[in-house]
């Protein structure tokens, strides 16, 4: 069965950090992949997303994601972190299914100190 | 930027009550979802639907569980008889068949 898994339950930064939460998953054929953030009380928004070509994705908000199909790994970077990134971040796969239902990891909560 | 739209964001019910919670999809979508996120856990699947019927639904997704789309916009899902560890935030979700998801801000379910 398709999973996937994220290393870092709760990540705590100062602002202007650098951030990079891990993600990877168990798929070997063709898999789209996502990356939403919640903010809190708030509902899943998409950062950014891989189907197919460039595997370095730009997303909103100075997210990016490398996509690396030999370690299944898909993990989110931003440079310089801000207050207000303070969220819960999942990593999510479409994968094997034809209905493209999304399987989500666990999240992780950032915390980023001022 | 079109949206999702759930109704009501708070249900409070009793035990055994039945609830409905309501989405309207964007409108040019064909894929519709539910899912649900118990409070501190991952967010799962609970079930698709496309073409007026469900396509895959989770083992979550029992008898006590219904979908409908009852009218061409609005896409619903039904608990017959709650349970307490039914309380959770629950997310519709709409897609064509290329683009991103677009979720809705979810219902807050609390069955006390």
């Known amino acids: 069965a398709q999973s996937v898994s994220q290393h870092n339950h709760h990540v705590i930064l100062s602002e202007a950090a650098s951030l990079e939460l891990g993600c990877n998953y168990s798929?070997?054929?063709?898999?789209?992949l996502f990356w939403y953030v919640q903010y809190p009380g708030q509902h899943l928004q998409l950062l950014l997303k891989y189907f197919s070509g460039d595997p370095l994705v730009k997303g909103i908000k100075g997210f990016e994601a490398e996509f690396i199909k030999s370690k299944f790994s898909f993990n989110l970077r931003k440079p310089s972190v801000q207050w207000s990134d303070t969220a819960e971040y999942f990593c999510?796969?479409?994968?094997?299914?034809?209905?493209?239902?999304?399987?989500f990891g666990q999240g992780t909560t950032l915390q980023v100190k001022p | 930027e079109p949206e999702v739209t759930q109704t009501p964001s708070h249900q409070v019910t009793q035990m055994g009550q039945e609830v409905i919670l309501r989405c309207v999809p964007i409108?040019?979508?064909?894929?519709f979802y539910w899912y649900r996120q118990i409070l501190g856990q991952k967010v799962e699947f609970l079930v698709s639907?496309?073409?007026?019927?469900?396509?895959?639904k989770s083992e979550i997704f029992d008898d006590q569980f219904s979908v409908e789309r009852p009218d061409g916009s609005n896409f619903t899902l039904k608990i017959r008889s709650t349970k307490l560890e039914d309380s959770a935030m629950y997310f519709c979700?709409?897609?064509?068949?290329?683009?991103?998801?677009?979720f809705g801000s979810g219902t807050r379910l609390t069955v006390v």
């Open positions: 798929y070997g054929g063709t898999v789209n």
């Open positions: 639907f496309y073409n007026n019927e469900i396509s895959e």
């Open positions: 409108s040019n979508h064909l894929y």
């Open positions: 999510a796969v479409k994968g094997s299914s034809n209905t493209g239902k999304l399987i």
């Open positions: 979700a709409s897609t064509t068949s290329t683009h991103g998801y677009t």
